[in-house]
């Protein structure tokens, strides 16, 4: 017999197996001896008070053997099918539009302007320490997109876009941790995911995909409503290659996309998006203030049994939400510059979340009359306001990767930091008066929202933390827009806006049920 229970139980029980039988067994009304087994199918934590509790989901088997449902994905071999697709650019959105091909019958063929995951690490290593932009390959382009090296957290909101769960089986299937199927807020880590972008690399190309990195997609040409070729540049050189169907994946930072289509007068629409900072505090901090921990020795007792500490914060300010985005426990800021002139920040945690610092981007909401001063530019106003607070940074910053920082209790009172805390950032931090570098559009409403962040975690507020400029990559501030229901653009008859850059995505499980998306519609 199966039976699915729900329990709240003490961070303990909830590690202990002995102790979570016992509590099931209470539950049930069984003997600790009885013969039945648990399998956790949920699980969240509960923090909202001193007593922190983790709430579970759970299949009882009684009297019978525990089931582990084996996760089976079926691709065909679609290497002599005359159904192709061409998709542009290889992030989730298009890894997963090329792996529903397979389970089509359709033929992808992946244009990835960047490396492969294993050769990025020089380029990333690059900025880092030589603080070297390669405009190709970086913590933005290449195989597995932006996720790769910035994260892996698969947490959406995305429910009625498509199947959460088929996305998660997926990962589990080339690789990841069955856990991701049972957490609230499911990660990988950076130091996982670049093996598991490998595995559905080589899912792609042994059922017959082709996969073509260093290879920039710079012109299409068009006849009627139709593209019929791209061109590519490669090593090889500029190649024309024909096309039947076009997905385009290629993420939130290819502003050269953008600027090829505006070119060509295909219609793209202005898009409301977030830019801010990067807030780092120690980890033991925010476990302190999470945990409801009076002293660092409750915090190591507390963390014996819990994860690093995460937040959630939001504050309207004048109208204007400013909100923490993409927040990172144990986590490291990185460099995600796609252009030598420009600094950009994004945070990523490895899968243990170990590290001694919490980063989170905390950004001010903005709208379409924000981008009034670029107004000349159309579509692409909140590109170029986008690309004038970057360059800020890397002026401020020194013109070199080193970004620009204050303390975080210093720039709400608008005083100039004499020293820095250590930080994550590799490249080096600079002190600035970071009101200078995000203008009075951004500055003042970051100011009075880090104070009501304050309030509402107590000791948040403080020079312990630093703010790291600046985090503009939240989203992107232009949309490729695309029929409601065939998804293919309104010009454009075979060209499929899809992810992040197109703007339908934000985040990798949101972008990858995109690419889903995009593909079942080339049957139609």
């Known amino acids: 017999m199966q039976t699915k229970i729900q329990l709240k139980v003490s961070p303990q029980k909830a590690l202990n197996e002995q102790l979570l039988k016992a509590e099931v067994a209470r539950e049930l009304g069984l003997n600790t001896s009885s013969n039945f087994s648990i399998k956790i199918i949920k699980r969240s934590i509960d923090a909202r008070s001193k007593k922190i509790e983790i709430n579970l989901t759970a299949l009882v088997f009684i009297d019978e053997d525990l089931v582990d449902e084996k996760i089976e994905v079926h691709y065909l071999n679609v290497s002599a099918s005359k159904k192709t697709c061409h998709i542009i650019g290889s992030g ?29 690490r020089r380029d990333l290593a690059a900025i880092n320490k030589n603080h070297i932009v390669n405009p190709n390959s970086n913590y933005c382009f290449g195989e597995g997109g932006a996720g790769t090296y910035s994260d892996g957290k698969l947490y959406t909101r995305s429910n009625k876009r498509g199947d959460i769960e088929k996305i998660l089986k997926t990962f589990v299937f080339h690789g990841a941790s069955s856990e991701i199927l049972i957490d609230a807020h499911p990660h990988i880590g950076t130091n996982k995911l670049p093996q598991l972008i490998e595995k559905i690399r080589e899912t792609i190309l042994k059922h017959g995909g082709e996969i073509y990195f260093n290879s920039k997609l ?27 169907n076009v997905i385009l994946a290629t993420g939130h930072s290819a502003r050269d996309i953008y600027e090829l289509l505006f070119s060509k007068n295909i219609l793209l629409e202005a898009k409301p998006f977030a830019l801010g900072v990067r807030v780092e505090h120690p980890q033991e901090l925010i476990d302190k203030i999470q945990y409801h921990c009076g002293n660092a020795e409750e915090v190591i007792s507390k963390r014996n049994f819990l994860p690093a500490a995460s937040y959630s914060l939001v504050q309207q300010i004048n109208k204007r939400g400013v909100y923490s985005f993409c927040m990172c426990p144990g986590g490291i800021i990185a460099p995600c510059a796609t252009n030598q002139e420009e600094v950009v920040t994004n945070g990523w945690s490895p899968s243990k979340r170990n590290n001694p610092y919490a980063n989170s ?127 293919h653009h309104p010009q454009l008859l075979n060209l499929f806006p899809c992810g992040e850059g197109a703007g339908y995505a934000g985040g990798i499980v949101s972008a990858a049920m995109d690419g889903e998306r995009c593909a079942n519609t080339l049957l139609i």
């Open 92 to 120: 989730p959105a298009g890894l997963f539009a090329a792996l529903r091909c397979l389970e089509l019958g359709i033929k992808p063929i992946i244009i990835e302007r960047g490396k492969n995951v294993k050769d990025r």
């Open 218 to 244: 710079i012109d299409f040409k068009i006849q009627k409503n139709y593209i019929s070729s791209i061109i590519v540049l490669s090593e090889k050189g500029e190649q024309e290659l024909p096309v039947n």
């Open 361 to 487: 981007g905390i950004v001010v909401g903005l709208e379409l009359a924000d981008f009034d001063a670029f107004k000349k530019h159309g579509a692409l106003a909140g590109l170029e306001f986008q690309k004038k607070l970057e360059k800020n940074a890397w002026l401020f910053g020194g013109q070199t990767q080193t970004a620009p920082a204050q303390r975080l209790l210093d720039f709400t009172t608008g005083k100039f930091s004499a020293s820095l805390p250590n930080c994550s950032y590799q490249p080096g931090l600079k002190s600035t008066d970071m009101q200078q570098v995000l203008g009075p559009l951004i500055g003042p409403a970051l100011k009075e929202g880090f104070k009501a962040f304050g309030s509402k975690m107590r000791g948040y507020l403080t020079n312990e933390a630093v703010i790291v400029g600046v985090e503009s990559r939240t989203s992107t501030p232009v949309r490729i827009p695309r029929d409601n229901d065939s998804l």
